[in-house]
């Protein structure tokens, strides 16, 4: 389809977007258990210098090759490498992530819907310990029939916002839900921290366990800001293209990354104090949320509401990422083979359901079918998180910072921001070019027991 490229209505409409991509499930289901199982505050620190010195200058860069081409990630390498293979790959590699990324993401987002309808049922009134919870998550996630029915669900509602377009369907849904979103965890957070015993668990989110940081937690660390940010596979630089010259990207990408670490920490906010005010272990791993929380709310005054306003708001953080994840094969395909953007959405939309019914399965039958020791789900979680955004990242920052060069790209990041100069611009260029490809090197190597 040729026609003009859409373009985000407002700043504000590309911000709420981009930081609806980058908050998610990353930010509410595995943020907190990241730092329950490694080292509490200890952990948020590694995060936040991944978040400053490699995420920001990152998304920057990868915002700028967007704009700059405005096309999909594998347009816009083309063209700006003229014709490079090497990075017309990179760029392939990107769309691919976001395929398997999408596939699995999903499934987990089918829960957080199924999760709002069980808690509607009343389903947890009952249940008294995280065992019971436990149980009956077993009991759901391990029907073929729930969990494939909320993930078709869930994908359909994806469908929907990208048939719809990028001002239509995504810029309205983001801004509905980012607000929406926000104040929800307010309400929780405020909630949370006025129950009794709640300060233990204030107080585990404040102290730090430094000798619980090994190489692995770094990489842990690393993979986590990628993947909250949304970084790496072109979510950021396919939103990015519908972007004006106009606009100022340092200035919006910063406010992006303030707001997906603000919402990561007001999670823990949310989640800790009400777990340990409630006696629980804060170290249950990827079953926190859905084995422990339902339970805590039990005891809440209100719970009962409560407990829907959380799983809304899960459901809500998840559908802005997944619009972005399909958003990103979607113009890819739209982009190169010149198809129908309503047509390829749903096709596109079915496929990922296929590709993730694998994942789903790992729950319910096929657990103990695993490649390299994974399950499906882990290790479609492990490539595409841990291996592919930290790699994509590295090449982002390479192209930009050396193939590119910085000489080209700064006037074009100048444009709508003419005051990033001097010193601001020395800075992003020797994070670009040295500290971002370097860390990120050093942590996969080690995370990966190679060095
Ligand atoms: N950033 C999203 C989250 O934290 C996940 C995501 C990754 C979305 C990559 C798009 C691209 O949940």
Redesign the pocket.
């Known amino acids: 389809m040729d026609g003009k490229r859409e373009q985000w209505g407002s700043r504000i409409g590309f911000i709420l977007a981009a930081a609806g991509?980058?908050?998610?499930?990353?930010?509410i289901w595995?943020f907190p258990y990241l730092v329950g199982e490694n080292g509490g505050a200890a952990f948020i620190v590694l995060y936040l210098i991944c978040v400053i010195l490699v995420g920001l200058p990152v998304v920057i860069a990868e915002i700028l090759i967007g704009r700059t081409v405005q096309k999909n990630p594998v347009g816009s390498f083309r063209e700006l490498s003229k014709g490079n293979p090497f990075w017309i790959a990179v760029g392939g590699l990107g769309v691919f992530t976001?395929f398997l990324?999408l596939s699995y993401?999903n499934v987990i987002a089918g829960w957080s819907l199924g999760y709002v309808i069980e808690s509607i049922k009343g389903s947890f009134h009952k249940l008294e310990n995280p065992e019971a919870a436990g149980q009956l998550f077993e009991s759901l996630s391990s029907k073929p029939q729930w969990t494939l029915m909320f993930h078709g669900l869930f994908m359909i509602m994806t469908v929907i916002i990208i048939y719809a377009g990028v001002t239509k369907g995504i810029e309205r849904a983001s801004k509905i839900m980012m607000p929406a979103l926000l104040g929800l965890i307010i309400v929780l957070v405020i909630r949370g921290i006025m129950l009794k015993g709640a300060g233990d668990g204030v107080r585990y989110l404040l102290k730090a366990d430094f000798s619980a940081i090994t190489g692995k937690t770094f990489m842990l660390a690393l993979g986590q800001a990628f993947?909250?940010?949304?970084?790496g596979?072109g979510?950021l630089l396919t939103y990015g293209s519908y972007m004006s010259k106009k606009e100022n990207i340092v200035y919006s990408a910063v406010n992006i990354v303030a707001l997906?670490t603000f919402i990561a920490i007001l999670a823990g906010f949310m989640i800790f104090p009400a777990v340990f005010a409630m006696g629980l272990e804060p170290a249950q791993g990827p079953s926190l949320i859905f084995n422990i929380l339902p339970i805590v709310f039990n005891s809440i005054p209100g719970g009962y509401v409560f407990r829907i306003i959380f799983f809304i708001l899960l459901s809500m953080?998840?559908l802005t990422?997944t619009i972005?994840?399909l958003e990103v094969i979607t113009t890819f395909v739209v982009d190169e083979f010149h198809l129908k953007r309503k047509t390829v959405a749903i096709v596109l939309g079915g496929f990922v359901f296929l590709l993730g019914i694998p994942s789903a399965m790992s729950f319910c039958g096929w657990e103990n079918f695993t490649i390299f020791g994974r399950t499906c789900f882990n290790f479609v979680d492990f490539i595409s998180a841990n291996i592919f955004?930290p790699l994509g990242g590295i090449f982002i920052a390479l192209f930009v910072g050396w193939f590119w060069g910085i000489r080209k790209a700064l006037p074009h990041l100048q444009q709508g921001a003419a005051s990033f100069s001097g010193f601001l611009a020395l800075l992003w260029s020797i994070l670009i070019r040295f500290v971002a490809p370097i860390l990120i090197l050093l942590i996969f190597l080690s995370g990966l027991g190679i060095i």
Do not use: E, H, P, Q
């Not at 991509?21 to 930010?27: D, E």
């Open positions: 991509s980058a908050v998610g499930l990353g930010n595995k976001g990324i993401y993947f909250s940010l949304s970084l596979m979510a997906d953080a998840a990422s972005s994840l955004l």
